[in-house]
DNA sequence: ACCTGAACACCGTTCAAGT
DNA sequence: ACCTGAACACCGTTCAAGT
C-alpha cells in the first residue's frame, strides 16, 4: 500500500468527474427521469447532475427538447417489439406493440408531451418503425397506405398516452376531464342533438377499450383507403 | 363643461383600471396571444396586461392551463361549420370541417400543443363537436363508433397541427425533420427492409394531403369497425 | 475546440396580509 | 370575499472569457 504520488497532475475532487459527452449526458438525464420524472430534466438540473454550468451542455444539445428526445429515445427500448415475429392474427399483435408502446410512456408521465413535439429517431424508434411496417405488411396493407398509416398509429397511441398520463399526473386535468364528461351530459338536446343522442357513450370505456378498437379502426381504414381518391 | 368633482371617491389612475373577472382576463389574454404569442400567454406577463399581480389570477384560474385552454375555446370560434349544413358529400364536407380546425391550430402556434392537453369544453367546442357527430351519422356511421370515432378524427388532426406549428415555429424542430428523413432514407435493407423497401414514401406528400387521407381512412374505419370485436 | 461563470430575462404558484 | 405584495423556487439561453 505505498502511497503513490498525488496523481500525475489531474487535480481529482469527490468522484472523478466524468468527461462530458452526449452519451454520459444523456445518462444522467435518463437518471434524473428515473428518479424524478422528466419536469426536472432541465438543462439546468442536468448541469447540477453532471457538476457544471448549464452552459456546457449547449456544446452537445441544441436545446431542451432534443434533451427530451433524446431521453425518449432510451426509454423506447423497452417497448416489447416480439409480438412482431409471435405467431397469431397480425392484428391483435400489431396492437400488442402499440399497447407496449402506449404503456413505456404512460410510465412516464410528461414524455408522451414530448413525444408529439420532438420526435425520436435512434434505433429503438426504428426498430419500433420496421416493427409496425412489417405486420402491416404482413396484413397486405399496401405500402403507400402503410407508409402514412404507421404515423396515424403512432399519433393516436402517442396523444393517449400524453392526455392519459397528464390526468394520472395532476389532479386538476383529471377534474377537467370530469367536467367535461358533465358539460357533454348536460348538453341540451334542441341545441345539440346528436351529442345528446350519444350521451354518456362518448366517454366510455377504458383507455385500453378505446385504445385497441381505434388501432383496429385506423389498421381497417388505411387497409382499403386509397391514397389517391377516385 | 363644467368640470365635475374629482368622481365620488374612485381613485382613478390613467385608463380605468377593469374590475377582474373571468371574462376580462380571457379577452386580454386573447390580446397577448394575438399579438405577441402563446409563449407569453403567461399568468405573469398577463397579470402586468392587467394592472396586477400575478396571485390575482389564481382567483379565477386553477393553472396555466386552464388558462390556455380557455384561450383555445376563444379561437375555436372562428372554425367554420358551415359545411356541416352545406349540400354535397358528407365525407369531403366532414374533412372540410376538419381542415378548417387544424388551420386555426396552425394559425396559431402552440394552441395545438396545450390542446392535446387541457382539452376546451365551451360553447365553440361543442359546436365542433356537434358538426362532427352530425357528418357521422348522416354518413350512416353507427352512434356508438361515432363517439369514439370522434375523438381520434380530433386527437389526429390536433396532434399534426402540433407538430406542424412547431416546425414552423423554430428553426430547431424543421432541422429535426429533415434528420428524420434523412435516417429513415439511410436504413439499412439488411435490418430494416420495411423502412427500406418503402423508402421516401414515409415522409412523402403534404401536410395537408396526408390529413386528409387520413381523415378518410379513419372514417372508413370507424364505419366498418364495430366496438364488441366479433 | 471545448468548456464555463455570470448574467439576462424571464417563469408558476403560494401565502400571509390587507381591504 | 376578493385581491395582492412579496417571496420561494425555479427556468432556457447567450456570450465573453478562459483553458
Chains 1, 2 share one sequence.
Not at 420524472?37 to 451542455?57: I, K, N, Y
Not at 357513450?201 to 378498437?213: C, I
Amino acid at each position: 500500500m505505498a502511497p503513490h504520488p498525488p496523481a500525475p497532475k489531474s487535480r481529482r475532487e469527490r468522484p472523478a468527474k466524468p468527461a462530458l459527452g452526449h452519451e454520459v449526458i444523456v445518462a444522467a438525464a435518463v437518471r434524473i427521469m428515473r428518479s424524478e420524472g422528466l419536469q426536472r430534466v432541465t438543462m439546468r438540473r442536468l448541469a447540477t447532475e453532471l457538476d457544471t454550468g448549464p452552459a456546457s451542455l449547449y456544446v452537445y444539445l441544441a436545446n431542451t427538447a432534443e434533451l427530451h428526445a433524446a431521453v425518449l429515445e432510451e426509454f423506447l427500448g423497452a417497448v416489447d417489439l416480439r409480438p412482431v415475429t409471435a405467431p397469431g392474427d397480425w392484428r391483435d399483435r400489431l396492437a400488442s406493440v402499440l399497447i407496449s408502446y402506449v404503456g413505456v410512456l404512460f410510465d412516464h408521465p410528461g414524455l408522451a408531451r414530448s413525444a408529439l413535439v420532438a420526435r425520436p429517431r435512434g434505433a429503438h424508434y426504428l426498430a419500433l418503425l420496421e416493427g409496425i411496417l412489417a405486420l402491416l405488411d404482413e396484413g397486405g396493407v399496401p405500402a403507400a397506405q402503410a407508409a402514412w398509416g404507421v404515423d396515424v398509429l403512432l399519433q393516436v397511441a402517442t396523444a393517449t398516452a400524453a392526455e392519459q398520463s397528464t390526468r394520472g399526473e395532476d389532479a386538476a386535468a383529471a377534474d377537467d376531464h370530469s367536467a367535461l364528461a358533465r358539460t357533454l351530459r348536460e348538453a341540451p338536446a334542441a341545441t345539440h342533438p346528436r351529442i345528446a343522442a350519444i350521451g354518456e357513450d362518448l366517454m366510455s370505456g377504458t383507455a385500453e377499450q378505446r385504445l385497441r378498437w381505434t388501432f383496429r379502426a385506423v389498421v381497417n381504414g388505411a387497409l382499403t383507403t386509397p391514397r389517391d381518391p377516385a
